[in-house]
């Protein structure tokens, strides 16, 4: 009979720009406050890239810091795959440029656009080629410079977002442990509530998309605000069943860090106690793809993280996409 793979995460990292946007910094830009943003959203500061730093350097600073916890060489990666809507450019890829910076010339590199989602949409990509024994040794990001496309005038959104990278190694093992299960889902016909339109095929840089604003990120907050409750609570109603894992058995719910009250509504249709549910928006806002890989990292680095285990995981996003992962360290 031929060897069972699982495939477990050994090594997490994070990286996030040095400087802090406060809401207070935020009340001297557009017309909000820090009572309106912190009981709306939960957030109390950001980390914004300068203007040296993109997706690619808080990405390879991440995945240092993940490839030193895991005790692994650049040799050892047999693949990049980088979570990210903020990629250095369209192409070549994120992963290419951080596969550049780390000298790893042996993998294979590629990019994923699943919005929030994308994280869990590569730990499923990962998953599977660890499973049919394709890959042991993969270098997975979620990184994001959400800033560089944030309307910097437009309240409803640009308070919402902040910048950051996280990274995990995953290998193969024969225990069954690791990733017990993912669960991923799309639905383009909302594709419209969350977008930049401009810089692709559809609109190319020009003098008149630029004059349109088009190349920020366009949201209708509200009507992505009800799907993404709807969304979480489905998709990690879901990945319960599929692993038969009960929601009293989580160790740690790790949501995507959208809305505290998305959060909330979360864990409360799960019947999830507070203090089981990771939340770090307050101090670093939406880092979209980033925000569960380095809420991995800030729980791993806690000494007593095999407690947190087993981990349910879940995120919607642009596209629509949404998904969950359930897994244990
Ligand atoms: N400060 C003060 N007032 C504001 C601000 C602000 N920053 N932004 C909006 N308002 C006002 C609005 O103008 C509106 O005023 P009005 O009633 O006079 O018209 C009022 O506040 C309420 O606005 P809503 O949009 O209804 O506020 P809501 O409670 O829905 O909160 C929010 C807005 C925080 C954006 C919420 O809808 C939300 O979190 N949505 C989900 C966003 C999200 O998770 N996006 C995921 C992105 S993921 C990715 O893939 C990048």
């Given at each position: 009979m031929s060897e069972r793979y699982y495939a477990e995460i050994v090594g997490t990292g994070?990286?996030?720009?040095?400087?802090?946007?406060?809401?207070?910094?935020?009340?001297?830009?557009?017309?909000?406050?820090?009572?309106?943003?912190?009981?709306?959203?939960?957030?109390?500061?950001?980390?914004?890239?300068?203007?040296?730093?993109?997706?690619?350097?808080?990405?390879?600073?991440?995945?240092?810091?993940?490839?030193?916890?895991?005790?692994?060489?650049?040799?050892?990666?047999?693949?990049?795959?980088v979570a990210t809507v903020t990629p250095d450019m369209p192409f070549p890829s994120t992963a290419a440029i951080i596969?550049?910076?780390?000298?790893?010339?042996?993998?294979?590199?590629?990019?994923?656009?699943?919005?929030c989602t994308g994280f869990i949409y590569g730990l499923s990509i990962v998953d599977s080629y660890i499973k049919t024994g394709i890959f042991k040794t993969v270098l997975l990001l979620g990184v994001e410079v959400l800033s560089k496309i944030t309307d910097w005038t437009d309240r409803s959104t640009c308070i919402l977002f902040g910048d950051g990278a996280g990274a995990v190694i995953i290998r193969a093992t024969l225990e069954?442990?690791?990733?017990?299960?993912?669960?991923?889902?799309?639905?383009?016909?909302?594709?419209?509530?969350?977008?930049?339109?401009?810089?692709?095929?559809?609109?190319?840089?020009?003098?008149?998309?630029?004059?349109?604003?088009?190349?920020?990120?366009?949201?209708?907050?509200?009507?992505?605000?009800?799907?993404?409750?709807?969304?979480?609570?489905?998709?990690?109603?879901?990945?319960?069943?599929?692993t038969g894992l009960k929601a009293e058995e989580i160790g740690t719910l790790v949501p995507h860090?959208?809305?505290?009250?998305?959060?909330?509504?979360?864990?409360?249709?799960?019947?999830i106690p507070p203090?089981?549910?990771?939340?770090?928006?307050?101090?670093?806002?939406?880092?979209?793809s980033a925000s569960i890989p380095i809420a991995l990292d800030e729980i791993r680095s806690n000494g007593n993280y095999k407690a947190a285990s087993p981990l349910l995981l879940v995120a919607f996003g642009a596209g629509f996409t949404w998904g969950s992962a359930a897994i244990t360290w």
């Open positions: 994070h990286a996030v720009p040095e400087r802090i946007l406060t809401n207070f910094d935020l009340e001297k830009m557009v017309d909000t406050s820090d009572e309106w943003i912190v009981s709306r959203t939960g957030i109390r500061e950001r980390h914004i890239a300068d203007e040296n730093t993109y997706a690619s350097t808080l990405g390879t600073k991440a995945a240092i810091s993940a490839m030193e916890m895991a005790g692994i060489g650049a040799d050892d990666l047999e693949l990049i795959l596969q550049k910076n780390l000298n790893a010339p042996k993998t294979a590199v590629m990019d994923i656009s699943a919005g069954r442990k690791g990733i017990l299960g993912t669960y991923i889902k799309g639905d383009g016909r909302l594709g419209g509530l969350l977008m930049m339109p401009g810089g692709g095929s559809q609109n190319p840089a020009s003098k008149e998309s630029v004059d349109g604003r088009l190349h920020y990120l366009k949201m209708s907050g509200n009507e992505v605000f009800k799907f993404a409750v709807q969304a979480m609570g489905e998709a990690s109603t879901t990945i319960l069943e599929q860090q959208a809305n505290i009250r998305i959060i909330q509504a979360t864990a409360k249709r799960l019947h203090e089981k549910v990771y939340v770090n928006i307050d101090r670093y806002g939406n880092t979209s």
